[in-house]
Protein backbone atom coordinates (compact mmCIF):
# COMPACT_ATOMS: atom_id res chain seq x y z
CA UNK A 1 0.00 0.00 0.00
CA UNK A 2 2.47 2.64 -1.45
CA UNK A 3 -0.25 5.66 -1.42
CA UNK A 4 2.02 8.43 -2.09
CA UNK A 5 5.58 8.29 -2.27
CA UNK A 6 7.77 11.87 -1.88
CA UNK A 7 11.66 11.59 -2.69
CA UNK A 8 13.48 12.99 -1.43
CA UNK A 9 12.66 12.84 2.05
CA UNK A 10 15.71 14.82 3.59
CA UNK A 11 17.75 17.28 1.49
CA UNK A 12 20.23 20.50 2.37
CA UNK A 13 21.30 22.97 -0.60
CA UNK A 14 22.76 25.80 -0.87
CA UNK A 15 21.46 29.22 -1.76
CA UNK A 16 21.25 29.54 -6.01
CA UNK A 17 21.20 25.34 -6.00
CA UNK A 18 18.29 23.83 -7.44
CA UNK A 19 16.87 20.54 -6.84
CA UNK A 20 13.21 18.67 -8.23
CA UNK A 21 11.07 17.38 -5.79
CA UNK A 22 9.39 13.89 -7.27
CA UNK A 23 5.79 12.83 -6.28
CA UNK A 24 3.94 9.74 -7.24
CA UNK A 25 0.73 8.39 -6.59
CA UNK A 26 -0.31 4.66 -7.29
CA UNK A 27 -4.12 4.83 -6.14
CA UNK A 28 -4.95 6.11 -10.07
CA UNK A 29 -6.08 9.53 -8.25
CA UNK A 30 -7.01 12.23 -10.90
CA UNK A 31 -5.83 15.52 -8.79
CA UNK A 32 -2.27 16.14 -7.24
CA UNK A 33 -1.34 18.95 -4.85
CA UNK A 34 2.01 19.81 -3.65
CA UNK A 35 1.92 21.97 -0.03
CA UNK A 36 4.22 23.40 1.71
CA UNK A 37 4.31 23.37 6.12
CA UNK A 38 6.03 26.02 8.11
CA UNK A 39 5.98 26.77 11.45
CA UNK A 40 3.04 28.89 13.47
CA UNK A 41 1.02 28.78 9.78
CA UNK A 42 -1.10 26.25 8.19
CA UNK A 43 -0.34 24.38 4.89
CA UNK A 44 -0.10 26.36 1.82
CA UNK A 45 -0.63 25.52 -1.78
CA UNK A 46 2.09 25.92 -3.90
CA UNK A 47 0.53 24.55 -6.99
CA UNK A 48 -1.72 21.78 -7.90
CA UNK A 49 -2.55 19.56 -11.10
CA UNK A 50 -6.74 18.91 -11.04
CA UNK A 51 -5.88 16.62 -14.13
CA UNK A 52 -3.25 14.67 -16.16
CA UNK A 53 -1.89 17.64 -18.60
CA UNK A 54 -3.20 20.62 -16.14
CA UNK A 55 -1.19 22.84 -13.63
CA UNK A 56 -2.12 25.87 -12.15
CA UNK A 57 -0.72 28.46 -9.57
CA UNK A 58 -1.58 28.04 -5.59
CA UNK A 59 -1.10 30.31 -2.86
CA UNK A 60 2.76 30.60 -2.68
CA UNK A 61 3.63 29.95 -6.15
CA UNK A 62 6.73 32.34 -6.56
CA UNK A 63 10.17 30.55 -6.88
CA UNK A 64 8.73 27.11 -7.70
CA UNK A 65 7.64 25.20 -11.45
CA UNK A 66 6.03 21.62 -11.49
CA UNK A 67 5.18 19.37 -14.18
CA UNK A 68 2.48 16.65 -14.28
CA UNK A 69 4.86 14.08 -16.12
CA UNK A 70 1.57 11.77 -16.30
CA UNK A 71 -1.50 10.89 -14.11
CA UNK A 72 0.78 9.09 -11.37
CA UNK A 73 3.78 11.42 -11.54
CA UNK A 74 3.76 15.66 -10.44
CA UNK A 75 6.97 17.03 -9.55
CA UNK A 76 8.19 20.25 -8.33
CA UNK A 77 11.02 22.28 -9.10
CA UNK A 78 13.40 24.68 -7.36
CA UNK A 79 15.18 26.82 -9.97
CA UNK A 80 17.04 29.18 -7.25
CA UNK A 81 16.90 27.96 -3.90
CA UNK A 82 16.45 29.90 -1.13
CA UNK A 83 16.51 30.31 2.25
CA UNK A 84 12.74 31.40 2.73
CA UNK A 85 12.41 28.15 1.00
CA UNK A 86 13.42 25.91 3.63
CA UNK A 87 10.11 24.02 4.71
CA UNK A 88 8.61 20.81 4.52
CA UNK A 89 7.28 20.00 1.13
CA UNK A 90 4.36 17.13 1.19
CA UNK A 91 2.49 16.08 -2.13
CA UNK A 92 -1.10 15.29 -2.08
CA UNK A 93 -3.61 13.37 -3.85
CA UNK A 94 -7.13 12.95 -4.45
CA UNK A 95 -9.54 11.30 -6.55
CA UNK A 96 -10.89 14.64 -7.72
CA UNK A 97 -10.75 18.02 -6.61
CA UNK A 98 -9.81 18.99 -3.28
CA UNK A 99 -13.57 19.61 -2.56
CA UNK A 100 -14.39 16.16 -0.49
CA UNK A 101 -11.36 17.32 1.41
CA UNK A 102 -9.45 13.80 1.19
CA UNK A 103 -6.50 14.63 0.64
CA UNK A 104 -3.92 11.56 0.91
CA UNK A 105 -0.38 13.39 1.50
CA UNK A 106 3.21 11.65 1.29
CA UNK A 107 5.30 11.78 4.39
CA UNK A 108 6.55 15.40 3.30
CA UNK A 109 10.50 16.02 2.38
CA UNK A 110 12.76 18.06 4.69
CA UNK A 111 14.34 21.09 2.47
CA UNK A 112 16.78 22.93 4.34
CA UNK A 113 18.55 25.97 2.59
CA UNK A 114 21.79 27.37 3.71
CA UNK B 1 -7.39 38.27 10.05
CA UNK B 2 -6.46 34.62 8.86
CA UNK B 3 -8.59 32.69 6.96
CA UNK B 4 -8.49 30.02 9.03
CA UNK B 5 -7.71 30.77 12.76
CA UNK B 6 -6.88 28.11 15.71
CA UNK B 7 -5.86 28.37 19.11
CA UNK B 8 -2.47 26.43 18.94
CA UNK B 9 -2.52 24.85 22.08
CA UNK B 10 -1.11 23.08 23.58
CA UNK B 11 -4.07 21.37 25.31
CA UNK B 12 -2.52 19.60 28.06
CA UNK B 13 -5.11 17.06 29.80
CA UNK B 14 -5.44 13.59 31.53
CA UNK B 15 -6.70 10.35 30.25
CA UNK B 16 -10.45 9.60 30.01
CA UNK B 17 -11.56 13.99 29.71
CA UNK B 18 -12.88 15.49 27.22
CA UNK B 19 -11.73 18.52 25.29
CA UNK B 20 -12.97 20.46 22.62
CA UNK B 21 -11.36 22.54 20.45
CA UNK B 22 -12.77 25.25 17.67
CA UNK B 23 -12.10 26.74 14.67
CA UNK B 24 -13.14 30.11 12.82
CA UNK B 25 -12.81 30.83 9.67
CA UNK B 26 -13.73 34.69 7.40
CA UNK B 27 -15.78 33.53 4.61
CA UNK B 28 -19.28 33.08 4.81
CA UNK B 29 -19.59 31.60 1.85
CA UNK B 30 -17.22 28.53 2.79
CA UNK B 31 -18.55 25.49 1.19
CA UNK B 32 -17.55 22.37 3.38
CA UNK B 33 -15.25 21.44 6.26
CA UNK B 34 -12.79 19.18 7.82
CA UNK B 35 -10.74 17.81 10.39
CA UNK B 36 -7.53 16.26 9.91
CA UNK B 37 -4.60 15.06 12.41
CA UNK B 38 -1.26 15.13 11.94
CA UNK B 39 1.11 13.48 14.77
CA UNK B 40 4.44 14.53 15.11
CA UNK B 41 6.78 14.79 12.02
CA UNK B 42 4.45 13.04 10.07
CA UNK B 43 1.98 13.82 7.53
CA UNK B 44 -1.31 15.09 8.19
CA UNK B 45 -4.80 12.77 7.33
CA UNK B 46 -8.43 13.32 7.35
CA UNK B 47 -9.89 12.68 10.49
CA UNK B 48 -13.29 13.59 9.39
CA UNK B 49 -15.26 15.45 7.53
CA UNK B 50 -17.72 18.23 9.20
CA UNK B 51 -21.59 18.28 7.63
CA UNK B 52 -23.89 20.77 8.88
CA UNK B 53 -26.21 18.41 10.07
CA UNK B 54 -22.83 17.49 12.82
CA UNK B 55 -20.66 14.64 12.72
CA UNK B 56 -19.77 11.85 14.99
CA UNK B 57 -17.66 9.05 14.42
CA UNK B 58 -17.38 6.99 18.54
CA UNK B 59 -15.50 9.30 20.42
CA UNK B 60 -15.11 12.38 18.07
CA UNK B 61 -17.81 14.51 17.29
CA UNK B 62 -17.65 17.54 14.74
CA UNK B 63 -20.03 20.25 14.71
CA UNK B 64 -20.42 23.41 12.11
CA UNK B 65 -22.04 26.90 12.97
CA UNK B 66 -22.60 28.76 10.13
CA UNK B 67 -24.20 32.12 11.62
CA UNK B 68 -20.40 32.54 13.89
CA UNK B 69 -18.40 30.85 11.41
CA UNK B 70 -16.62 28.16 13.40
CA UNK B 71 -16.47 24.22 13.46
CA UNK B 72 -15.48 22.48 16.24
CA UNK B 73 -14.09 18.91 17.53
CA UNK B 74 -15.24 17.28 20.54
CA UNK B 75 -12.97 14.31 22.02
CA UNK B 76 -14.67 12.12 24.55
CA UNK B 77 -12.68 9.51 27.11
CA UNK B 78 -9.28 10.75 25.70
CA UNK B 79 -6.61 8.39 25.22
CA UNK B 80 -2.82 8.78 24.77
CA UNK B 81 -3.01 8.13 21.46
CA UNK B 82 -5.39 11.03 20.86
CA UNK B 83 -2.04 13.25 21.36
CA UNK B 84 -1.71 15.02 17.79
CA UNK B 85 -1.83 18.71 16.49
CA UNK B 86 -5.37 18.72 14.72
CA UNK B 87 -5.74 21.09 11.58
CA UNK B 88 -9.45 22.88 10.77
CA UNK B 89 -9.51 22.90 7.10
CA UNK B 90 -11.91 24.85 5.09
CA UNK B 91 -12.74 24.93 0.90
CA UNK B 92 -13.55 28.21 0.75
CA UNK B 93 -14.23 28.77 -2.86
CA UNK B 94 -14.92 25.74 -3.92
CA UNK B 95 -12.44 23.84 -6.27
CA UNK B 96 -9.34 23.18 -5.44
CA UNK B 97 -7.94 25.24 -2.89
CA UNK B 98 -8.70 24.29 0.66
CA UNK B 99 -7.10 26.52 3.42
CA UNK B 100 -5.35 25.07 6.69
CA UNK B 101 -5.51 26.34 9.85
CA UNK B 102 -2.21 26.04 11.88
CA UNK B 103 -3.46 23.23 14.05
CA UNK B 104 -3.97 23.12 17.67
CA UNK B 105 -2.04 20.71 19.47
CA UNK B 106 -3.46 18.13 22.03
CA UNK B 107 -1.19 16.63 24.33
CA UNK B 108 -2.86 13.53 26.42
CA UNK B 109 -0.99 12.40 29.67
CA UNK B 110 -1.38 9.57 31.64
Known amino acids: NAGVTQTPKFQVLKTGQSMTLQCAQD?????MYWYRQDPGMGLRLIYY???????DKGEVPNGYNVSRLNKREFSLRLESAAPSQTSVYFC?????????????FGEGSRLTVL | RKEVEQDPGPFNVPEGATVAFNCTYS??????FFWYRQDCRKEPKLLMS???SGNEDGRFTAQLNRASQYISLLIRDSKLSDSATYLC???????????FGAGTILRVKS
Open chain 2, 27 to 32: NSASQS
Open chain 1, 92 to 104: ASSVQGAGTGELF
Open chain 1, 49 to 55: SASEGTT
Open chain 1, 27 to 31: MNHNS
Open chain 2, 50 to 52: VYS
Open chain 2, 89 to 99: VVNMRGGNKLV
